[in-house]
Each structure stands twice: as structure tokens, then as C-alpha cells.
């Protein structure tokens, strides 16, 4: 699935460096966010979690941090990867039911060797 | 579990025809979800069921399209009469609760 194109904001970093993706969110009662990664041809894939009692959580080599105050969430990558070039999406949970997910535009990380 | 399967993988279609989009959810979830996603607008909310039945179709963009779930594996999306604005990638997802959903590979729609 081509995501997106040249409307969308890149960051391009070396082989082994840390990586930060930040993401504004746009609804102050969202309770639950999430990041997606997301290969050429393929659909996103689930990244990792965070609800908003917390504003840290740690997966493998990925980290999560929720700021309610700014509405600001943010994917840091540790030791970048080439296999980690992909576009990530963060996305946040509202809706009257709590199951609708809103996805933000999106950003491209390029991993250069 | 193969995870969720949509067919076909690309669909190439004249102004005007019927357009059928297929999504098999993973077995035990209970919600379901399509997308759509183009450059210009990134990743939309179609509609979503949640025990087959719809929730909420908010994001479906106008009476031409409609989506149906008979039963808890199977969900279409349908395009009647398609247009070339409609070209996009369909994405279906289902989860378990309010949870993270997980995505199929797509269906790349191109109407000419």
C-alpha cells in the first residue's frame, strides 16, 4: 500500500543513531495511542502502545512519550536500522465508543547506511 | 492465524462498475475496520463494525458506498457506481476490544 508521497515530512538518519519521531495529537480526551509502522506494499503494522495514564513506555528498541499537556507523543528509535526505513504513523483513540482510531499524516524515516 | 486477508490485491476498473472489496478478519476479534488511504488525505475511517454489526459509518464518503459484515469472518466493501476519485488503498483491519488493530495488506483500487 503506497502510503503517502512527497507531501510528507522526512527524517533521514545514519546507521546506528537514535531516531525521534513526534507526532501531535488533536483531541484532548483521547485515552489511548498508538504507533504504526508502515513498509512500501504492506499495511501498517502495530508498533507499540501507550494509554494516558502513563507517558513512558519502553518495547524493544522503541520507546514511547506522551506529553497531555502539549498533546505531543513522540517514537524514539534506539540504533536505527535500515530495516527500520518505513513511514510511522501515530494514531489516537476517541470516538463516542472509544474504538475509532485517527490517524495522523504521517513521517518518513530514511535510514542511510 | 494468516492474519487479515483482503482480496483482491489490486483492482483495475472502469468509471461507472461495481467495485467489491473482501476482508477476512482475524478469528476472535470483534471489531472490524476499513480505510482508506491516498496521498492526499493519509489514512481515513470508513466505517467500523463492531460484532458484525455497524457502528458507526461517519467516514463513508457518500451513498456509493456501502459495507456489509453477514458474519463474524467475512466483510465487503462496496463501490457503486465507482469513480476515478475513488482510486486509493482500501485497508481492512479487526481487533480485539479497543485495542491496537491490525491491518491486512490492502487493496489498490484504480478506477480509469
Known amino acids: 500500500g503506497e502510503s503517502v508521497g512527497l507531501h510528507l515530512p522526512t527524517l533521514s538518519v545514519q546507521e546506528g543513531d537514535n531516531s525521534i519521531i513526534n507526532c501531535a495529537y488533536s483531541?484532548?480526551?483521547?485515552?489511548?495511542f498508538i504507533w504504526y509502522k508502515q513498509e512500501s506494499g504492506k499495511g501498517p503494522q502495530f508498533i507499540i502502545d501507550?494509554?494516558?495514564?502513563?507517558d513512558k513506555r519502553q518495547g524493544q528498541r522503541v520507546t514511547v512519550l506522551l506529553n497531555k499537556t502539549v498533546k505531543h507523543l513522540s517514537l524514539q528509535i534506539a540504533a536505527t536500522q535500515p530495516g527500520d526505513s518505513a513511514v510511522y504513523f501515530c494514531?489516537?483513540?476517541?470516538?463516542?465508543?472509544?474504538?475509532?482510531?485517527?490517524f495522523g499524516g504521517g513521517t518518513r524515516l530514511m535510514v542511510k547506511p | 492465524d494468516a492474519g487479515v486477508i483482503q482480496s483482491p490485491r489490486h483492482e483495475v476498473t472502469e468509471m461507472g462498475q461495481e467495485v467489491t472489496l473482501r476482508c477476512k478478519p482475524i478469528?476472535?476479534?470483534?471489531?472490524l475496520f476499513w480505510y482508506r488511504q491516498t496521498m492526499m488525505r493519509g489514512l481515513e475511517l470508513l466505517i467500523y463494525f463492531n460484532n458484525n454489526v455497524p457502528i458507526d459509518d461517519s467516514g463513508m464518503p457518500e451513498d456509493r458506498f456501502s459495507a456489509k459484515m453477514p458474519n463474524a469472518s467475512f466483510s465487503t466493501l462496496k463501490i457503486q457506481p465507482s469513480e476515478p476519485r475513488d482510486s486509493a488503498v482500501y485497508f481492512c483491519?479487526?481487533?480485539?476490544?479497543?485495542?491496537?488493530?491490525?491491518f491486512g495488506q490492502g487493496t489498490r483500487l484504480t478506477v480509469v
Open positions: 478469528s476472535g476479534h470483534d471489531y
Open positions: 483491519a479487526s481487533s480485539f476490544r479497543p485495542t491496537e488493530a491490525f
Open positions: 483531541n484532548s480526551a483521547s485515552d489511548y
Open positions: 501507550i494509554r494516558s495514564n502513563m
Open positions: 494514531a489516537e483513540n476517541w470516538g463516542n465508543a472509544g474504538n475509532m482510531l485517527t
